[in-house]
């Protein structure tokens, strides 16, 4: 029996500490079940967040906790949507493209595959910067 779920809107502002990826993951989490997605696919969501939310913290804020991480969560016609911006550094996601795996794996290498993780995981990601601040949006639809 699947349950009738109206639309939803969230949002919490998380200090930019590894400390706080699990509080994040749980927001997320109980979000994406309580719409209807399996574990299986919650999984891939939080570990897209995950990997979203760790790049605030690495690069956009340089481990500093003094920044702010907004996550803001939307649920509307089985479009369930994670956005995540912070005021950090600004970067530009065009100029990341995708690895070349057998180079990668080749050269042993370690991370940088987070942007990639996102788009492999989730049905859209989308990149902007509204009023000066860095924001991805993850999509996935429910099915």
Known sequence: MSK?????????TFKS?????????????????????SKDVSGNIILAVDE????VIKHAYNYSEEGKILVSISFIKNKFSVSISDKGTHFNSKLIKDPDLKEY????????????LMKK?????????????????????LR
């Open 52 to 55: 979203a939310v760790t790049n």
């Open 105 to 116: 794996y080749k050269q042993r290498r370690v991370g940088g595959l987070g942007m990639f």
């Open 4 to 12: 009738l779920v109206k639309n939803i809107r969230k949002r919490s």
């Open 121 to 141: 995981l989730m049905d859209d990601v989308k990149y902007s910067q509204p009023q000066n601040r860095n924001k991805v949006t993850l999509i996935k639809y």
């Open 17 to 37: 500490s590894t400390d706080n990826l699990s509080s994040i993951r749980d927001f997320v989490r109980s979000t994406a079940q309580d719409v209807g997605f």
